[in-house]
């Protein structure tokens, strides 16, 4: 048997800092959802486009304090996104989590079409 390489397009939504991290999560899954079903209905229609292979939504948890002191653990002594629930409280230091959401759509790469 044979085996033949599939050329792969990721295309990737990355978050917008602009705005609001739940408007941002909802409005890319959306948007990304909405394009992988308008080229399977040109698909159906006998428009030649790209497969779609897959669509994958990416969440990133990420931490800063703000009594960082840049060695990757806090003043108190913690590791960075790791201190203990009332430390903050006793070390007037606060912990901030944000999240960020991309979604990637795969596409199979085909000459003339992409």
């Known amino acids: 048997s044979t085996s033949t390489l599939l050329k792969i ?6 978050p917008k800092k602009y705005r609001h991290p739940a408007l941002d999560a909802s409005l890319t899954k959306s948007r990304t959802k909405g394009e992988a079903r ?3 209905r040109c698909q159906r229609a006998n428009v030649p486009c790209t497969n779609v292979l897959a669509i994958a939504h990416l969440s990133c ?3 800063s304090s703000s009594d960082d002191n840049g060695s990757g653990m806090t003043n108190n002594g ?3 996104g790791k201190s203990e629930s009332n430390s903050s409280i006793n070390n007037n230091s606060t912990t901030y989590v944000t999240s960020t959401t991309s979604s990637c759509l795969f ?3 085909v000459e003339g079409c992409t």
């Open 9 to 14: 397009i990721c295309k990737e939504r990355f």
């Open 38 to 40: 308008s080229l399977i």
């Open 61 to 63: 948890l990420s931490s």
């Open 78 to 80: 913690n590791p960075r």
């Open 107 to 109: 596409l199979e790469y």
